[in-house]
């Protein structure tokens, strides 16, 4: 018998988005790391470049109707700052500031609340050439960044994401040399890592410093909740190494001001540089924490491995990513930051799945796999809560089909199929399926 789970009250719901994954309208922007990285020959699938995108720069107007469609009440999205800074610092491009403003107008005339993320990895190149991340002078960049923004609409927007996943900014980017800037060197890794750190408390205080007394301020994290192969005390040791390295290196510091000391001793001579004052700038009061999550390690001890373990793949389902079908990982996920970093409001910013979606003759799209991992991963939240997490919001990613990083086009995430060469957006049936969950604030499980 199915039954349905009603969410608490005030619960918001939405979609995700990020900049250079949707944007397109490149010639009216500055360029990106990303940009550059596109056009390293290898580095991207196929080739695949963010230059037209979802080309939402020119369509945002259809796509908020698509949202007001499913009846979201809010939606997260980037915004790219080579649009709004061509030169990461400097001259302002006014008519890129009036896009996003003109954005927010169309949200709110809706009924959508803009949830505003500044870093979505689409770093100006200029600012690469000096150094990147791994420059200090970036974080200060960052901060000024922040003001420009901020004085255009925080007038209107209330709710901010410093940063998305500062793991992947330091360890996709400049470790595994899989994500732009494409480096391989740990030190680098860390410096990069500290840098967004700081640079979040800087913009906390930016924004804070211009925006009302509702105006709320939070940090995005990505978890890799760790499950060791076996109760073996060397397993066990294993997956508290690949928390440590995935998880607690960034939370520990945004919550408690400090780096975890198990990683600090193994990282060696290449730990990053911390001035004084770093950590209790990375470490300010936030007003909520944002939650992504995809799927859970399994880990196993291997002398031979990156920090002595490797990560296994049990049997199980996986989606077209190859990351495996894992919901109980997010209720525990989200019980755990609750007993561990004292109870922050928490939101997931990003959830969702990548399948082969096609569009069916009868002209819809029918992915039940996504429709299930939705409705497992929501059940997860309303488990989650029934513990006592502080769970305000769920935000599905993604609203379309779009550039999916090394991958390019390639994956699908979006509960709207887009087809590239058309631009043409087809509601999937996990879309209908989501606008149903929200019209009940309930899922039926
Ligand atoms: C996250 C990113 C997001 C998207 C999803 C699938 O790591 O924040 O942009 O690519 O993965």
């Known amino acids: ?4 789970r009603q969410f608490p009250e005030g619960f918001v719901w939405g979609t995700a988005t990020a900049s250079f994954q949707i944007e397109g309208g490149r010639n009216e922007r500055g360029d990106c790391i990303w940009d550059d990285f596109c056009r390293w020959p290898g580095k991207v699938h196929a080739g ?30 980037s915004i790219s700052w080579p649009r709004v800074l061509p030169e990461g610092a400097g001259e302002v491009n006014e008519k890129g500031l009036d896009f996003y403003s003109r954005l927010v107008d169309e949200l709110l005339a809706r009924g959508i609340d803009p949830y505003v993320t500044l870093y979505h990895w689409d770093l100006p190149s200029a600012l690469q050439r000096m150094g990147g991340w791994a420059a200090r002078d970036t974080i200060y960049r960052f901060q000024d960044y922040a003001a420009v923004v901020a004085d255009r609409l ?52 930016a924004l804070r410093a211009r925006g009302g007394a509702d105006t709320r301020v939070g940090i995005t994290l990505n978890f ?51 001035a004084p004052g770093d950590m209790e700038l990375g470490s300010q009061p936030i007003d909520f924490l944002g939650v992504n999550y995809y799927t859970r390690a399994v880990v196993q001890h291997d002398p031979r491995g990156w920090l ?107 509960i709207a199929h887009v087809d590239f060469g058309t631009q043409r957006r087809t509601l999937k049936d996990s879309a209908r399926f989501f606008a149903a969950v929200i019209a009940q604030n309930a899922v039926e499980v």
Request: aromatic letters at 14%.
């Open 154 to 205: 925080g007038d209107r927007v209330k709710n901010w994401i410093t940063h998305n996943e500062p793991w992947v900014v330091a360890f996709l980017g400049n470790l595994h040399g899989q994500h732009a800037p494409g480096w391989e060197d740990l030190g680098l890794a860390l410096q990069v890592g500290h840098h967004t750190i700081v640079s979040h408390g800087l913009a906390v205080q």
């Open 224 to 274: 890799s909740p760790a499950y060791p192969a076996s109760d073996r005390a060397e397993d066990v040791a294993a997956a508290r190494m690949h928390d440590g390295y995935s998880n607690r290196w960034f939370l520990d510091p945004v919550f408690e001001g400090r780096y975890p000391q198990d990683l600090w001793d193994a990282y060696g001579y290449q730990v990053p540089r911390v």
């Open 48 to 77: 695949d470049t963010g230059d037209v995108a979802d080309d939402h720069y020119h369509r945002f107007c259809d796509d908020v109707a698509l949202m007001a469609e499913l009846g979201q009440n809010a939606y997260r999205f």
């Open 1 to 4: 018998m199915a039954q349905l």
């Open 308 to 414: 002595g373990y490797r990560t296994l793949k049990p049997e199980g389902e996986y989606t077209a990513m190859d990351w495996e079908v894992f919901p109980q990982g997010l209720t525990d996920l989200l019980v755990r930051l609750t007993r561990d970093y004292g109870a922050p409001p928490l939101y997931i910013t990003e959830n969702g799945s990548a399948y082969e979606d096609v569009v069916s003759e009868d002209g819809q799209v029918h992915d039940p796999q996504r429709v299930a991992y939705l409705r497992q991963h929501l059940a997860a939240c309303l488990d989650a809560i029934e513990q006592g997490v502080p769970l305000k919001g769920y935000f599905a990613w993604s609203l379309v089909d779009n550039f999916e990083w090394a991958f390019g086009y390639s994956r699908r995430f979006g």
